[in-house]
C-alpha cells in the first residue's frame, strides 16, 4: 500500500444517552454557560502591516509562519491549485506551483510539497532564497495525517496485529528521515485531525471504537520528544474543531438533539484549562447545513467563526470572528467573516476574512498585551470590498423603444455571487410600477457574479403596458449570506414609442370609451387581463359623468399635434366638441369647434387619408352624402372647409375610419350597409377613395364597430366588433386589399351579459 497524505471525512455519531461533555477528569464539574447574544462590534482593524500583499479574492489561507503565510487558489474550470507563499516583510508572492503537486504546512515558515502517490515529501524553507531544504521518504504503509512544522505525523499499521502507531516525521542532521514515536496514543486510534496552535504543542485528535463505542480523544503531544503531555477525552458527539494555548484547550463539537443526523445542529464550544479543571460549555445553537465552526486561544481570550459564510446562502449569526473572555462576559466581534484562519509560530490566528470598514484580504490576529479583545492587523488585501457592491454596470438603458423591443435588460456584476433583492420601476408621471424580484444561486451557478433583470415592457406586475415618459429605477440588494448592508442604486429611463391609434393612455396599446346608460364614460385598455365588474382590463376607469348629452361621441385621433388621440362629441343641438387628450388616459375641458352638426347622422375620424399627417374626419349627411373635413393640425380649427366625397352612403348606417388596411401608407374607411354586408374602401390618398371591396355579410349584428388601430402589435391595423348580447371581437388585419381581416376572435372586453354601452367607441 503506498504511502499518501490522509485527509478523512469526520463520521457522525450520536448517542442518545450522552447529554454532556466529559470533564477531564472523574469526578471534575461542568460548567454549562448559555449562549448570549450576537458578539458586539469590536475595535476597528488596528493596523495595516508596512507592506501590504495582494491576493486573488478566492484565495484561502491554509498555512502561516513567523515571515508569511501559504494560500490556495482552486481553478474549477481547469481543476487546477495555485499555491503561493506571501511575505509578510514586503508583500512578495512566491509561485510554488510543481505539476501534479500540492502544498502544505502548518505553523512554520516550512512548506511541504507532495506529488500524490508518491512515498517523498519535499521541505521548502520559504525564509530562504533557496527554499529547497531536502525532504523525507516513507515506506509503504505509513501515511502523513499532517504537518507540524518541521515535522509530519505518521501512522504505521501493523501488518499482524492491524494496531497503529503514530511518530512524528523529520529529516535528520545526516539527512536521512528521524521518526520519534508518540508512545501515548493507543493502537486502535484513528487520526482525524493534526493542528498546531501553540508553540511546542501539537493537537492529534483521534477517535476510538465504533457505532456506539465511538469516542473522540484530544491528545497534546510534545513536538520534539513526542511526548503526550496530557490527553482530554472528549465525547461520542461529533468532533469540529480543537486548539490548545499554553493554559487552555478549546473544542467545538456537535449535538443532534432529536436524534437525527440529517437534522437540527447545535454547535458547543467547550474550554478547559490545562492540565485540570472545569469544562466550560457555551451553546451556540442551532448551525445550518454543513457549517464548519472553528475555534481558537488568544491569551485569555477564545474565538469562534463558522468558516464560508461569505458565499453561504443563508444567514448565520456565527460567520463573523468573535472573541470571548476566558473569565467570562460578551463576546466581541473581530472581524465580518471568515474564509480560513490557521495559526502560526506564535500561535496567532492568520484569517482570510473581511470586515466591512477594511475590505477583503489575510488578517493576523493577535493576544493583547494588555489582557483585551485581541488585536486585528490586516497584512494583505484583495481589493475587494467586504461589503456588497457593484464591480461594473453592464447594461442598464437610458432610452428604450418599445417599438423596436418588447422590454430592456439590466444587468451588474457584483462582487458577491449569491444575492437576493428587488428591482422597481417608476413611470413619473402615473407613479405606476413594476418589481421584478432578483435572487442568484450559488458561485458556481452564477460565477461571474451577475445580477440580471429582464424587464418586459410592462407595469403593475405585468399587466399594463408601460406608458411613454420618463421613468425612475431602484435596485436593492442583500447579499444572503446576511454580511454587510443592503446594496442600492438608482438610476432614470425614458420610454418611447410611436404613437398609437386609439390610445389615450400614452402607454402604446388601444383604449375603448364607452358609455353606459347613466351618461358615465369608462376607458378600458385592451391589453387585459383581469376582470373588472365583467369588463377585463388592466385599466378600467370612469372618465366622468354627464355625457348623456351627446347623441354622437367619436375618437378622431391626433388633431392638435400632441402624440395621443382625442374625441369629438356632438351635442342634441348639433354643436361639435373637442376633448383634446392630456395623454394619462383623460381629457382637457371640451372645446367648441362647430356648430350646424346635426345634419349629419354618422361621423367617423382617425384616418389619415391624404397622407399630411394629420387626422382627417368624415361624415354622412341625411342625404347619403358623404363628406370630408381634412384636419388641420390646430387645436383651435382642427378642420377644414368640408369635401364633397361621394353620394350613395344612405345604405350605409356605420362608417369606421380603419387606419392603413390595404398595405398603402394612406387611411381607409369600412362601412356596414343595411343587410349587414361590411364593404372596404381603400384610400387613394387625395381624399378619395378608389373601387369597394366587399369584406363579407353577416356583420349586422355587431353595434359598433370601432377602428382601434394595431391592436396586437403585427404593424397591421385591426378592426374591434361589440354587441352588447354577443360580447366583442377582434377581426385582425391582414394587410391584403382583397381580404382584410382574418376570422375574428373572442376577446375579454364587455362579456355577454355585462353592462350594455352605447356607444361603444
Given at each position: ?94 509561485v510554488l506551483n510543481k505539476p501534479n503537486t500540492s502544498f502544505f504546512g502548518t505553523g512554520s515558515d516550512i512548506v511541504w510539497g507532495h506529488q ?564 372596404l374602401y381603400p384610400s387613394t390618398g387625395s381624399g378619395t377613395f378608389g373601387t369597394r371591396v366587399r369584406v363579407g355579410g353577416g356583420w349586422g349584428g355587431y353595434t359598433q364597430l370601432v377602428g382601434t388601430g394595431d391592436f396586437d402589435r403585427d404593424g397591421r391595423a385591426d ?43
Amino acid at each position: 500500500m503506498q504511502n499518501r497524505l490522509i485527509v478523512r471525512h469526520r463520521r457522525r455519531h450520536l448517542a442518545a444517552a450522552v447529554t454532556a461533555v466529559l470533564a477531564l477528569t472523574a469526578g471534575t464539574a461542568l460548567v454549562a454557560t448559555p449562549a448570549t447574544a450576537a458578539p458586539a462590534p469590536g475595535p476597528a482593524v488596528g493596523q495595516k502591516a508596512e507592506a501590504i500583499g495582494t491576493l486573488p479574492q478566492d484565495a484561502r489561507v491554509t498555512g502561516a509562519g513567523a515571515t508569511g503565510f501559504l494560500s490556495t487558489v482552486q481553478h474549477y474550470d481547469t481543476y487546477t491549485t495555485d499555491f503561493l507563499w506571501t511575505k509578510y516583510a514586503d508583500g512578495s508572492t512566491t509561485v510554488l506551483n510543481k505539476p501534479n503537486t500540492s502544498f502544505f504546512g502548518t505553523g512554520s515558515d516550512i512548506v511541504w510539497g507532495h506529488q500524490a502517490g508518491s512515498l517523498s515529501y519535499s521541505m521548502y524553507d520559504m525564509t530562504q532564497a533557496n527554499t529547497s531544504a531536502g525532504g523525507v521518504s516513507m515506506n509503504n504503509g505509513t501515511y502523513a495525517h499532517g504537518a507540524i512544522g518541521s515535522g509530519l505525523v505518521t501512522t504505521t499499521e501493523d501488518r499482524n496485529t492491524g494496531a497503529v502507531s503514530v511518530a512524528i516525521l523529520r529529516k535528520g542532521p545526516s539527512g536521512a528521515p528521524v521518526s520519534t514515536p508518540v508512545p501515548g496514543i493507543p493502537g486502535d486510534a484513528n487520526l482525524i485531525k493534526v493542528v498546531l496552535t501553540t508553540p511546542g504543542t501539537a493537537v492529534i485528535a483521534y477517535e476510538t471504537g465504533r457505532a456506539e463505542t465511538l469516542r473522540y480523544h484530544l491528545a497534546a503531544v510534545d513536538t520534539v520528544t513526542g511526548e503526550v503531555l496530557e490527553t482530554r477525552p472528549a465525547s461520542s458527539l461529533e468532533f469540529g474543531d480543537v486548539a490548545l494555548s499554553a493554559t487552555h484547550w478549546s473544542w467545538i463539537e456537535y449535538d443532534y438533539p432529536d436524534g437525527d443526523l440529517g437534522g437540527k445542529r447545535v454547535a458547543l464550544l467547550h474550554t478547559a484549562p490545562r492540565g485540570g479543571g472545569a469544562t466550560t460549555t457555551i451553546d451556540l445553537g442551532l448551525v445550518t447545513g454543513g457549517a464548519s465552526m472553528r475555534t481558537g486561544l488568544l491569551g485569555d481570550w477564545v474565538t469562534y467563526t463558522s468558516v464560508g459564510g461569505f458565499q453561504s446562502t443563508g444567514p448565520s449569526p456565527y460567520y463573523p470572528l468573535a472573541a470571548r473572555p476566558l473569565g467570562g462576559g460578551a463576546p466581541v466581534k473581530l472581524l465580518d467573516h471568515v474564509v480560513s484562519a490557521v495559526s502560526d509560530t506564535d500561535g496567532s490566528l492568520v484569517v482570510r476574512g473581511g470586515s466591512l470598514t477594511e475590505g477583503e484580504g489575510v488578517y493576523k490576529v493577535t493576544a493583547n498585551e494588555t489582557g483585551g479583545a485581541p488585536t486585528v492587523t490586516k497584512v494583505a488585501t484583495s481589493n475587494t470590498p467586504t461589503a456588497l457592491g457593484i464591480v461594473s454596470q453592464d447594461a442598464a438603458p437610458t432610452v428604450v423603444d418599445l417599438d423596436k423591443n418588447q422590454g430592456a435588460r439590466f444587468s451588474w456584476t457584483l462582487t458577491q455571487p449569491n444575492v437576493d433583492g428587488s428591482f422597481t420601476l417608476r413611470h413619473t408621471r402615473t407613479g405606476k410600477t413594476e418589481q421584478i424580484f432578483i435572487s442568484t444561486t450559488d458561485g458556481t451557478a452564477n460565477p461571474d457574479n451577475k445580477a440580471t433583470v429582464d424587464w418586459s415592457g410592462k407595469l403593475a406586475y405585468s399587466s399594463v403596458a408601460a406608458f411613454n415618459g420618463d421613468y425612475t429605477w431602484d435596485l436593492r440588494l442583500k447579499p444572503r449570506s446576511g454580511i454587510g448592508p443592503e446594496l442600492r442604486k438608482t438610476g432614470a429611463l425614458k420610454v418611447v414609442r410611436k404613437a398609437a391609434a386609439h390610445d389615450f393612455s400614452d402607454n402604446g396599446t388601444p383604449d375603448i370609451l364607452a358609455r353606459d346608460s347613466a351618461g358615465r364614460v369608462w376607458r378600458d385598455d385592451l391589453n387585459n387581463s383581469v376582470s373588472v365588474d365583467g369588463v377585463p382590463t388592466t385599466d378600467h376607469k370612469v372618465l366622468g359623468s354627464g355625457w348623456n348629452i351627446y347623441d354622437q361621441i367619436e375618437a378622431v385621433g391626433n388633431v392638435a399635434g400632441a402624440p395621443v388621440s382625442d374625441l369629438v362629441a356632438r351635442d342634441k343641438d348639433g354643436v361639435l366638441w373637442l376633448y383634446l387628450g392630456k395623454g394619462d388616459g383623460t381629457f382637457a375641458p371640451r372645446t367648441k369647434i362647430g356648430t350646424g352638426w346635426k345634419a349629419y347622422n354618422k361621423i367617423t375620424g382617425g384616418s389619415d387619408v391624404n397622407n399630411d399627417g394629420k387626422a382627417d374626419l368624415f361624415a354622412t349627411d341625411t342625404s347619403g352624402v358623404l363628406w370630408l373635413y381634412k384636419g388641420t393640425g390646430n387645436w383651435q380649427a382642427p378642420y377644414g372647409a368640408r369635401t364633397r366625397v361621394g353620394g350613395g352612403w344612405g345604405v350605409m348606417n356605420q362608417i369606421t375610419a380603419t387606419g392603413n388596411l390595404g398595405g398603402t401608407v394612406h387611411g381607409d374607411l369600412v362601412a356596414r350597409d343595411t343587410t349587414g354586408v361590411l364593404w372596404l374602401y381603400p384610400s387613394t390618398g387625395s381624399g378619395t377613395f378608389g373601387t369597394r371591396v366587399r369584406v363579407g355579410g353577416g356583420w349586422g349584428g355587431y353595434t359598433q364597430l370601432v377602428g382601434t388601430g394595431d391592436f396586437d402589435r403585427d404593424g397591421r391595423a385591426d378592426l374591434f366588433a361589440y354587441s352588447p348580447g354577443g360580447g366583442s371581437f377582434l377581426h385582425r388585419g391582414t394587410g391584403n386589399l382583397s381580404a382584410p381581416f382574418a376570422p375574428r376572435t373572442s376577446i375579454g372586453v364587455y362579456l355577454p351579459g355585462s353592462t350594455a354601452h352605447s356607444p361603444v367607441i
